[in-house]
């Protein structure tokens, strides 16, 4: 059997060590809805407590079925995106809003 291709997922967080591997079609499915729904909302960001939220009506059945607990996964997926700059937190704001790195 060969095994599932997995992709690495960061955290920002200073002294946090570390990497969590998800299976990459999580990830790419995740990031796609991810980029797509805080793109949308444009330069006044999008709430992060609403994302989960926002991605699941996205989901088709079999990949709400086949991808397990959501939040956990879509955390996972938005630290990698800020670490690797394609998903950034509105400075000073709180509570936290994402923006993608032209908006920021």
Do not use: Y
Not at 96 to 101: I, S
């Amino acid at each position: 059997m060969v095994a599932e291709p997995r992709t690495p997922c960061r955290t920002p967080a200073k002294d946090r060590d570390g990497v969590t591997n998800i299976p990459t079609w999580k990830f790419d499915l995740l990031r796609g809805h991810i980029l797509d729904i805080v793109g949308a909302a444009g330069p006044d960001g999008f709430p992060m407590a609403e994302l989960s939220a926002a991605i699941a009506p996205r989901l088709t059945d079999d990949e709400t079925a086949r991808l397990g607990k959501l939040g956990w996964h879509m955390m996972a997926v938005k630290l990698e995106m800020e670490v690797a700059g394609d998903l950034a937190r509105m400075p000073k704001v709180t509570p936290q809003r994402l923006v993608l790195p032209a908006s920021a």
